[in-house]
């Protein structure tokens, strides 16, 4: 299968700043980008789907202002998280597809954001 | 924000034994589904799916049922290993191209 890897692997900070996270596909070109939220003891959220080159999708409740999604080229798409509070640690994971695996979502190792 | 108190439904077997996690999926029109298995701190990980003109599909260790009867998809794990302790997520897809996962089941396997 293919490989999506996302950077930082955890991340803390202080309430009010914000903090960028980085989803890469790393042997595909991934036309669309998914990004999920996880918390403990909870299934994967899906927050918004992103195409390369287009704005993203965001999911109902999901404030796009808050959640920043770039996906300027076929392998990288960011989320910013703006101004970033206590309620937004989670686990933030991505999922990409494209190419030959148009049908199939690869998901990275996610990343796991702290706010204090 | 984060939820307190919530419990993962659980599934504890010996080494050895076979497993059987269950799954009630909502969308009468999805026609993919997939099992993911997710350990702790990391992504999920592909492990079997199935389209919705099947109604079983075998892999190594793994088979996934189908009955879109009663909208319910269960994994099979045969020979429980340590290995596959993890929480293991169904998920749907239907017309579009986005995925919804079910709420997961912890599959603790003691040696």
């Known amino acids: 299968g293919a490989v999506v890897s996302q950077h930082p692997s955890r991340v803390i900070c202080k309430s009010g700043t914000s903090v960028k996270i980085e989803c890469r596909s790393l042997?595909?070109?991934?036309?669309?980008m998914f990004w999920y939220r996880q918390f403990p003891k909870q299934s994967l959220m899906l927050m918004a789907t992103s195409n390369e080159g287009s704005k993203a999708t965001y999911e109902q409740g999901v404030e796009k202002d808050k959640f920043l999604i770039n996906h300027a080229s076929l392998t990288l798409s960011t989320l910013t998280v703006t101004s970033a509070h206590p309620e937004d640690s989670s686990f933030y994971i991505c999922?990409?597809?494209?190419?030959?695996?148009?049908?199939?979502?690869?998901f990275g190792p996610g990343t796991r954001l702290t706010v204090l | 924000g984060e939820s307190v108190g919530l419990h993962l439904p659980t599934l504890s077997v010996q080494e050895g034994d076979n497993s059987i996690i269950n799954c009630a999926y909502s969308?009468?029109?999805?026609?993919?589904f997939i099992w993911y298995k997710q350990e702790s701190g990391k992504g999920p990980q592909f492990i079997i799916d199935i389209r919705s003109n099947m109604d079983k599909r075998q892999g190594q260790r793994v088979t996934v049922l189908l009955n879109k009867t009663v909208k319910h998809l269960s994994l099979q794990i045969a020979a429980t290993q340590p290995g596959d302790s993890a929480v293991y997520f169904c998920a749907e897809k239907g017309n579009s191209s986005t995925l919804t996962f079910g709420k997961g089941t912890m599959l603790l396997v003691s040696p």
């Open positions: 042997d595909f070109q991934a036309t669309t």
């Open positions: 999922s990409a597809t494209g190419g030959v695996f148009l049908n199939e979502q690869f």
């Open positions: 969308n009468s029109a999805s026609d993919y």
